[in-house]
């Protein structure tokens, strides 16, 4: 009954049936349709072929475009600029820091381009960073929009700004934050002329030095200029891993970026900080609007102290206000950010006498003893030309009749026109031989100090004036300049170097800031050693008569630098008031001297601007460098 239900069809065969059956067996062995296995095979075929052309495509045609954005969009690779070098005082006060700083850096062609996209990307990035939209747009503006180079959106993120970016970055592609160091300036107004700034490389460092990137920071003056090659350190590299979004997934460090080098300085912070607020207060008192200041070691050139006043804090080109705070102190008539300490042109005044005298010493112009009338206060000279027409040079005072070392300890003018210009029956030097000593101390030229900007002063001679001028030379101007007046100019470098050749018996050192360079690990790379630009000035019996001098004008009641006689150590050295040449009724204040007298180690130059005579103003500055020394080094010379 089974069977009848499941056999519908009468002729359908049993399967054991089939082998006994060749009729049956050709019913089953039906061949393919031939026009279908074609169609099959060509379809296939076709498929293939665009597989390949598609493949042709990508691989070969725009190969190198997919392999480029396929590795901008995984991992992408960037500089990361080196944290620069220590600043160390000779007692190893740290005046630089490398401090933590965070940035958000942008990637210009990954920002969003649409329409739609980049406003909403815009009002995200604006809220967070709190800005106007509009600042926003008017950067993006300014960018090469197919530009993979890192640019600076926002310097220095703070806390709050930092959290809050974390969390929306992933929604905001072409952005990132960057961890890197920026320089902090320990008591920058201390400092800032000697130390300098750093500032954004411009186009024209990135074109001139292959070692910047747009991120870069370059020294913009003082020792981070000077030093910049040593201090700059080698970049490293950090790789940016991205979505195919564009949206920044992680920073990693690539490869560490190693600090550069350390700098010890000569200048010794403490005084550097003493002498810089002594200065202040002399310029409160006499309303003075400019102050410059050295001390040096005398027997190496080393420098102790530069002090150039008004100051600036060279902290102000870290925060965000540099802009406004820059512009104004560029528009300060006081103009702080000129070095007046190693740039000042200066009118020597009677600081130029003890100079003068060591010439006029050597060229046998006059024996030191021989005393010179000075009773009247001061010489007539008439005219070549016509002889009722009389000029008159004066003395600040009579002085009576004074040798060589009493000259010096008054500051009688009249005996220095004398060897200077000649009188009577005296020659005097005449000025090509005052141009030619007082350049061997060194005035006239950069003196060479690692510091960029010195100047080099003038000693002016008969040519000079011809150049510039169109006039001759008269014996008035050899008068003038004997007496450290007239065209003579000179800067607080000069006057303490020169001073510290007369002090250590007649050696000009080329003066220095850095001693020694070092490595991040202290380990010492360089160490620069003193170099002396003459030796050996003038003999040593003249130089002796000379700081003879100076020291009387110390001790003697009527000497110049009296003021100093009851201090603890036994100093030498002379005053000069000298008129501003732009402005005659205004007169600077200078003193340049040294100590001890007996084994000098130090020597110092001090100039006031227009703050009258130097006791109310350079003597006192002086005297409190003195104590110093003195209190520094009480067991060494008790």
Known sequence: MLKNIFKKNPVEIEPEEILLDRESMAKLETPINKRGVFILFAVAIIILFLFFIR?????????????????????????????????????????????????????????????????SWVAQVSKILEKDEADIFNFLKNLNKNSTELVLLEPDLKQPTLIELES????????????????????????????GYTRNVSPGDLKADSYYSMLDFIGKDGLELQYEKDLRGIPGKIAISVNSDNTVLKTLM??????????????????QKLLTDSLRDKMAQTNAPGAAAVVLDVKSGEILSLVSLPSFDNNIFNTRLISKIYQELINNKNQPFFNRAISGFYPAGSTIKPFIASAALVEKTI???????????YISIPNVYNPEIIYIYRDWRPHGFVDMREALAFSANVYFYTIGGGYKNIKGLGINKIEEYLKLFGFGAPLGIDLP???????????????????????????????????????????????AAIANGGTLWQPKLVSKITDSKNNTVKEIKSEAIKIELIGQDNLEIVREGLRMAVTEANGSAYFLKDLPIKVAGKTGTAQVYSDFSKINALFAGFAPYDDPQIALAIIVEGSGQ?????LPAARDVFEWYYNKNYDKLK
């Open 614 to 618: 130097g006791i109310t103003s350079a």
């Open 55 to 119: 493949a042709f495509w990508l691989q070969i045609w725009q190969g190198n475009y997919y392999s480029a954005r396929a590795t901008k969009n995984s991992v992408q690779s960037y500089p990361s600029r080196a944290p620069r070098g220590i600043i160390y005082d000779r007692n190893g006060q740290a005046l630089t820091l490398n401090v933590p700083n965070f940035n958000l850096l942008a990637i210009p062609v990954d920002i969003p381009k649409e329409k739609n996209t980049l406003d």
């Open 367 to 377: 024996d030191p003893n021989y005393k010179i009338d000075d009773t009247l206060g």
């Open 168 to 195: 929306r970055l992933p929604n905001l592609p072409g952005l990132f934050i960057n961890k890197e160091t920026k320089r902090d300036y320990y008591e920058g107004e201390y400092f800032s002329h000697l130390i």
């Open 453 to 499: 900007g010195e100047t080099g002063g003038l000693v002016p001679n008969p040519d000079w004036k011809m150049k510039t001028r169109q006039e001759n030379w008269f014996t008035g101007d050899t008068y003038n300049v004997s007496i450290g007046q007239g065209d003579v100019k000179i800067t607080p470098l000069q006057l303490a170097t020169a001073m």
């Open 254 to 271: 690539a490869e560490e970026a190693l600090q550069g080098n350390n700098l010890i300085l000569s200048i010794d912070g403490e005084l």
